[in-house]
């Protein structure tokens, strides 16, 4: 099975700032990589896939980059309404595994 | 408008059983592939099975496989996870969340659920 290592587990930023997730796949995955954001008490919402393209509707300020095995999740100016777990997915191969969430908190 | 409506969780002791049904509307049902989805209180999220269109493929995590059944209805626009042999590391929000690609499994996940939720405890 891939292993998704997802880093940090937390972080606090300020509003404004350039927050930076990463997500390791334990294998080459191609480009088969989602980002899903998940509010207190909310079901998870696709923001982008196939590591890339954002979802209809997402914010520009979310962005994400990288193929193989090394990923980047990247919000260009936090804002309040930003303030949520995230998670990276890898779709290559059953079972598409979850990363273990990045929550993101304001400073 | 895409919805996904779980239902069927609930308390149940150690070893017994409950199905889950997630009731679908806003998309041609049989056009897509159905996965479920758990988190454990304050967890991160873990796959738990998924069906293709027409139940060709199905895969399970390791942690459910040989308990848990997954299937579909598209006659009734349903899907369906059948919980068997509970134990108390089952407990958990348990969301029906569609494929957004198509017919096959391996695709994102672009609409969810809100979730129901299975406490496994005696």
């Known amino acids: 099975d891939i292993q998704m290592t997802q880093s940090p587990s937390s972080l606090s930023a300020s509003v404004g700032d350039r927050v930076t997730i990463t997500c390791q796949a334990s294998?080459?995955?191609?480009?088969?990589l989602n980002w899903y954001q998940q509010k207190p008490g909310k079901a998870p919402k696709l923001l982008i896939y196939d590591a890339s393209n954002l979802e209809t509707g997402v914010p520009s300020r979310f962005s994400g980059s990288g193929s193989g095995t090394d990923f980047t999740f990247t919000i260009s100016s936090l804002q309040p309404e930003d303030i949520a777990t995230y998670y990276c997915?890898?779709?290559?191969?059953?079972?598409?595994?979850f990363g273990g969430g990045t929550k993101v908190e304001i400073k | 408008e895409v919805q996904l409506v779980e239902s069927g969780g609930g308390l149940v002791q150690p070893g017994r059983s409950l199905r889950l049904s997630c009731a679908a509307s806003?998309?041609?049902?049989?056009?897509?592939?159905m996965h479920w989805v758990r988190q454990a209180p304050g967890k991160g999220l873990e796959w738990v099975s998924g069906i293709s269109w027409n139940s060709g493929s199905i895969g399970y995590a390791d942690s459910v496989k040989g308990r848990f059944t997954i299937s579909r209805d598209n006659a009734k626009n349903s899907l369906y996870l059948q919980m068997n042999s509970l134990r108390a590391e089952d407990t958990a929000l348990y969301y029906c969340a569609k494929a957004g690609g198509g017919w096959e499994l391996l695709y994102p996940l672009d609409y969810w659920g809100q979730g129901t939720l299975v406490t496994v405890s005696s």
């Open positions: 294998q080459d995955i191609s480009n088969y």
């Open positions: 997915q890898q779709y290559d191969n059953l079972p598409p595994a």
């Open positions: 806003g998309f041609t049902f049989d056009d897509y592939a």
